[in-house]
T-cell receptor
Framework: EDQVTQSPEALRLQEGESSSLNCSYT??????LFWYRQDPGKGPEFLFT???AGEEKEKERLKATLTKKESFLHITAPKPEDSATYLC?????????????FGTGTRLTVIP | DAGVTQSPTHLIKTRGQHVTLRCSPI?????VSWYQQVLGQGPQFIFQ???????GRGNFPDRFSARQFPNYSSELNVNALLLGDSALYLC??????????????FGSGTRLTVV
């Protein structure tokens, strides 16, 4: 059964204090691993898709990496506006629907 | 260019009632998916539609149904509402079925409260 576990559940950082969020996954044939950012009461906002182990992608202060078992979202010198819930999701490569299977998210708070 | 549009944004219903939620995908996107997000949890897959046909269904009771129209917009219907149906309902669109990895965009959602 597909499973996505995100840690930590919540993270408080001082502005400028770099850290990493973890997403561990078990899936039958990974087609893609997605990172989304979600602000309260809003829909998820797309950040990255990673397709294969060893792949890395960057966007401003965010960098996502992928191994065969987990993905990391590194946040460098975060700012208060980076405060949000970060969701990880996988898409399996088996037959059937091409839906995303989400973790429960990491709630990030950046303190000025 | 408009993103994924959902209506209404907020809704309050009484237990036992029926509700219809609507979604318009990004222009050119032909696949629409529905997700339920309970407070504090990640989104959970309900349905995926492509070319007006159901292509996938999550683990939800038959009270949940959906359809897609020729213009690719979609409706999610929930009958006999329960308190546990209170959630943020998200619609996501993608270019085609099987091409979600090239873009899977969510709307802002409909906040449904059942009292």
């Amino acid at each position: 059964e597909d499973q996505v576990t995100q840690s930590p559940e919540a993270l408080r950082l001082q502005e400028g204090e770099s850290s990493s969020l973890n997403c561990s996954y078990t899936v039958s044939g990974l087609r893609g691993l997605f990172w989304y950012r979600q602000d309260p009461g809003k829909g998820p906002e797309f950040l990255f898709t990673l397709y294969s182990a060893g792949e890395e992608k960057e966007k401003e202060r965010l960098k996502a990496t992928l191994t065969k078992k987990e993905s990391f979202l590194h946040i460098t010198a975060p700012k208060p506006e980076d405060s949000a819930t970060y969701l990880c999701a996988v898409q399996a490569g088996g037959t059937g629907a091409n839906n995303l299977f989400f973790g429960t998210g990491t709630r990030l708070t950046v303190i000025p | 260019d408009a993103g994924v549009t959902q209506s209404p944004t907020h809704l309050i219903k009484t237990r036992g009632q029926h509700v219809t939620l609507r979604c318009s995908p990004i222009s050119g996107h032909k696949s629409v998916s529905w997700y339920q997000q309970v407070l504090g949890q990640g989104p959970q897959f309900i349905f995926q539609y492509y070319e007006k046909e159901e292509r996938g269904r999550g683990n939800f009771p038959d009270r949940f149904s959906a359809r897609q129209f020729p213009n690719y917009s979609s409706e999610l219907n929930v009958n006999a509402l329960l308190l546990g149906d209170s959630a943020l309902y998200l619609c996501a669109s993608s270019l085609e079925f099987g091409r979600e990895i090239y873009g899977y965009t969510f709307g802002s959602g409909t906040r449904l409260t059942v009292v």
